[in-house]
């Protein structure tokens, strides 16, 4: 984790921060916990990214077509930060999770319950629901930054993105199954009920009350706003802004295999079964490494080097004979490098974050939001490369993405060798220069030797 100057604390700092001490003679919340804290928004996003293409494409809509509606339902993903100052305000976090949770799951059911008959309408539902489920998941985010140490944080980030990539892929699965077998109106109360349930897991984590008031409003977001400016314009926090807001490790194009599917002559099962169950295996596997890499990784060369594997597995898909074969084989390797990929990018957002401060919500929010942006830039880019270049259009543009990123990595970490290693000679230098500049000790002024 890279060092940064903690933020002045202030009484009214104490109060709404609690010490991380206090969690730590408990040590409670463990890290695994935050695995489950993102499934109300993993299964909203399984339904968009899975179950809705295929459903889409089953009604004769293009794949491009398809990938610009599901761009728009994810677009909250780059400004929900808009929002995220409620979450520092008022009520406590986990209260905001199971709010953003009940509603979440409110406008998913009415989205399905017209999907059939208002289209139009049904995508501005999801545009909402989808704008709340990404606060529930930031409140599990804010948590993990006021109640777990330095050396956790890197563990716990990767535990709940383990857990959102796990559940959105289990979750769209099991809401397609649902949906060949159950009515449109069942199908809507189970879809809202597997949303709300799993907010539930808040309540079990500690976390003082809130004392941000109307009386105290006007301070309180002059220190939020002194926070995130040194955080989004400090020098040694552009490193990872920018690798944040790259192409890489989106994992934007498992937004459009359920509608590929098609074209590789993959049914309903393949893709419940590649895209689902496995998947969702797969996607907790990939951010398994992240989980068990060291803390002393610096997670940004981390982050770039599964963004290398997600590349890998672009180039197969993009280069191997259209069969089932190859959409099994190419779809699972994508999975699991995502969820590397997807399991580090939260310890460079915690790194790039600092300590929690007033603005944890805030500042965590901005930086999820900085980092989602590349996914929805490029669900449009490669649903234009569909268009352009057909099914081989779709894992080349990501994998083009993903290797520029790497490259300029590459590129940042040769750089860094190159400076630190100039840095040393100049110090030894400067050493060797104080050392001839004392002058010599007269001789009368030498201790007497004692006889």
């Known amino acids: 984790m890279r060092d940064r100057e903690p933020a002045?604390?202030?009484?009214?700092d104490r109060e709404v921060i609690p010490p991380r001490s206090s969690y730590s003679r408990r040590n409670w919340p463990a890290p695994w916990i935050f695995v489950l804290t993102p499934v109300s928004y993993g299964i909203f996003a399984g339904y968009v990214q899975t179950a809705l293409p295929w459903l889409l494409r089953q009604s004769g809509y293009s794949v491009d077509r398809i990938g610009t509606i599901v761009a728009l339902i994810l677009s909250p993903m780059a400004f929900y930060f808009v929002f995220s100052p409620l979450l520092d305000f008022a009520l406590r976090r986990r209260t905001w999770m199971l709010v953003t949770s009940a509603l979440a799951g409110a406008t998913l059911a009415a989205a399905i319950a017209l999907l059939g008959s208002h289209i139009l309408?049904?995508?501005?539902?999801?545009?909402?629901g989808f704008t709340l489920s990404e606060l529930s998941s930031s409140s599990g985010g804010a948590l993990i930054a006021i109640t777990q140490e330095d050396d956790r944080k890197g563990r716990a980030g990767a535990w709940l993105q383990g857990g959102a990539l796990a559940s959105q892929a289990a979750g769209g699965a099991l809401l397609l199954y649902f949906a060949q077998h159950l009515s449109v109106l069942t199908l809507a109360l189970v879809a809202a009920l597997l949303v709300l349930a799993p907010a539930a897991v808040a309540l079990t984590i500690p976390e003082s009350p809130r004392s941000s008031t109307l009386k105290n409003l006007a301070e309180t977001c002059l220190a939020m706003g002194r926070e995130i400016r040194e955080t989004l314009f400090s020098l040694k926090a552009l490193p990872g802004i920018l690798l944040l807001m790259s192409p890489v490790g989106t994992g934007a194009a498992q937004s459009l295999f359920a509608a590929m599917s098609r074209d590789y002559q993959v049914g309903a099962r393949g893709v419940m079964l590649v895209n689902g169950m496995l998947g969702a295996v797969l996607n907790l596997a990939g951010a398994s490494i992240a989980i068990l890499a060291p803390s002393r990784w610096d997670r940004r060369i981390a982050y770039a080097g599964a963004?290398?594997?997600?590349?890998?597995?672009?180039?197969?898909?993009?280069?191997?004979?259209?069969?089932?074969?190859?959409?099994?084989?190419?779809?699972?390797?994508?999975?699991?490098?995502?969820?590397?990929c997807w399991g580090f990018f939260l310890g460079v957002v915690m790194v790039t974050m600092g300590e929690a401060g007033l603005s944890a919500g805030s500042r965590y929010c901005i930086l999820v939001s900085l980092g989602n942006l590349p996914i929805v830039y490029?669900?449009?880019?490669?649903?234009?490369?569909?268009?352009?270049?057909?099914?081989?259009?779709?894992?080349?543009?990501?994998?083009?993405?993903?290797?520029?990123?790497?490259?300029?990595?590459?590129?940042?970490?040769?750089?860094r060798k190159k400076r630190s290693r100039s840095a040393v000679p100049s110090a030894e230098a400067a050493s060797d220069e104080c050392a001839v500049s004392f002058p010599a000790v007269p001789a009368a002024m030498e201790p007497a030797g004692i006889e």
């Open 121 to 128: 309408l049904a995508q501005w539902l999801l545009l909402a």
């Open 378 to 415: 490029m669900t449009m880019i490669e649903s234009r490369g569909y268009a352009l270049l057909g099914i081989r259009g779709v894992p080349a543009a990501d994998a083009l993405g993903n290797l520029l990123v790497v490259l300029a990595v590459g590129w940042w970490i040769i750089f």
């Open 8 to 12: 002045t604390s202030s009484d009214q």
């Open 307 to 340: 963004g290398l594997a997600s590349a890998l597995s672009g180039i197969f898909l993009a280069c191997a004979p259209i069969t089932p074969l190859s959409y099994y084989a190419g779809v699972a390797t994508y999975i699991f490098a995502a969820g590397a």
